[in-house]
């Protein structure tokens, strides 16, 4: 008897063991603040995309490179304002289209229209020196900028100049 609570304490150590193993190889929570929330609930149609959306390899990718943080929203401060401003990598209910979108200033602007296109992410890049693939030019961006990133393929980079967007192909 006293053999058999042995084993099934060891079994069930074992099983808590696994389970915050497993649960430790997710991204965080795609839980939206606010300001994000109250688009979402104006733009029925659409929600966040979340590290369930992406394939094995992408979510293995995911997890190496921005474990920590949500696949399908980065909270980013694209200019010298107080207020946050969020990147959104929104999928249709369906899951077939996907469109990236930025909450700034109380106001969404798409970046990217809706596409065929699924699995793409978006993180924030600090302020820095990065380069135009396309012109071999030195750009000085003063705030966060947005990656819009479809792994193994193509990333483009969005940043504010004087409140209007621009963006430069940063990758393929």
């Known amino acids: 008897m006293q053999t058999e609570v042995h084993e099934i304490a060891r079994r069930l150590g074992l099983i808590v063991f696994f389970a915050v193993a497993c649960s430790s190889a997710h991204a965080a929570p795609c839980t939206p603040p606010a300001p994000v929330a109250a ?3 104006a733009h029925p149609g659409w929600r966040i995309l979340t590290l369930a959306d992406l394939n094995h390899d992408q979510q293995t990718q995911w997890n190496d490179a921005r474990k920590a943080f949500c696949p399908g929203m980065a909270e980013v401060a694209v200019d010298a304002g107080a207020e946050k401003s969020w990147a959104l990598a929104l999928l249709d209910t ?3 289209q996907e469109q990236l979108v930025l909450l700034h200033g109380g106001k969404p602007v798409t970046l990217e229209p809706p596409s065929q296109s699924t ?4 993180w924030r890049t600090p302020p820095g020196q990065y ?4 012109t071999g030019k030195k750009i000085a961006i003063a705030h966060d900028s ?3 990133e479809l792994f193994e393929s193509a990333t483009e980079q969005f ?3 004087n409140g209007n967007v621009r963006r430069i192909e940063a990758g393929d």
């Open 39 to 41: 688009y979402l609930k």
């Open 94 to 96: 369906n899951g077939s």
């Open 119 to 122: 699995g793409v992410v978006v």
């Open 131 to 134: 380069e135009d693939p396309a």
């Open 146 to 148: 947005i990656m819009y």
């Open 159 to 161: 940043y504010l100049v």
